[in-house]
């Protein structure tokens, strides 16, 4: 699974499932591969019996959560789970204000942009800040801090064992061209994310800043690859669960 196989990555998952069921990391692991794959309820009842069960990754599934429900046009109930910051914990605070940001965008909520700028200007610093407000900015002003170009330059120079850090890192690229109305721009990151084994067909199909993208035939044959190894994943969960079940 290091090598981003999203299928072996499901099977190493819910082995850990099958083991124990009630294992928080378990349904968080879960949660987030199916929102991913396109099951997105189901994801999200995982991501919310992981937040139940263990109070140390509550934060992480929260983040998860509000993504997945953004996904399904729940913006109001999205966007209030992002309220409070989770705490000073750097990585947490990387998830939670990048994802604030990515909803603001994607909602095309220029309002919500202004006042996530103001609040980051007294925020404690977090390495994905640059990226934050640099995405954040684009919307607003239609330019992409050098910055922030910068952090995603760096991000995208992985190796072959960092596959799905360059998936998530193409999608980044994907939705900047998105904010700035670059289209090639845009189905070049597609193809980077289809070249890194992108599963989340979710985030293909639904997110409103790759509508410009899909009349192109770049953006079919990548929804071709990505719905193949979607479909393979949720076989693997399909078999599983129904044994967990039985």
């Not at 990585?91 to 220029?110: E, H, I, Q, T």
């Not at 170009?149 to 999608?171: C, I, N, V, W």
């Amino acid at each position: 699974s290091a090598l981003g196989d999203a299928v072996t990555a499901a099977r190493e998952i819910l082995a850990g499932y099958r083991e124990n069921p009630r294992l928080g990391d378990a349904h968080d692991y879960c949660g987030r591969l199916l929102v991913e794959v396109g099951c997105i309820d189901a994801g999200i009842d995982h991501l919310r019996a992981a937040a139940e069960a263990e109070p140390g990754i509550r934060a992480h599934a929260v983040v998860d959560i509000a993504r997945a429900l953004a996904l399904k046009g729940a913006w109001t109930e999205s966007l209030a789970l992002l309220e409070s910051a989770p705490s000073n914990n750097p990585s947490l605070l990387n998830l939670y204000w990048l994802m604030r940001a990515r909803l603001a965008v994607w909602k095309g909520d220029k309002e919500l942009a202004q006042r996530l700028l103001a609040e980051l200007a007294t925020s404690t610093d977090f390495p994905a800040k640059s990226m934050t407000l640099g995405a954040l900015a684009a919307m607003l002003t239609g330019q992409v801090p050098r910055e922030a170009m910068k952090f995603l330059d760096e991000r995208s120079a992985g190796t072959p064992q960092a596959l799905r850090r360059r998936s998530f890192t193409a999608q980044i690229q994907a939705e900047v061209a998105g904010i700035l109305g670059d289209v090639d721009a845009g189905l070049r990151a597609l193809s980077a994310a289809d070249e890194a084994r992108l599963i989340d067909i979710a985030w293909l199909e639904q997110c409103d800043l790759l509508a410009p993208l899909r009349s192109s035939p770049v953006y079919a044959t990548v929804h071709e690859h990505v719905q193949a190894r979607a479909l393979e994943v949720r076989e693997v969960f399909a078999t599983a669960l129904t044994e967990v079940r039985e």
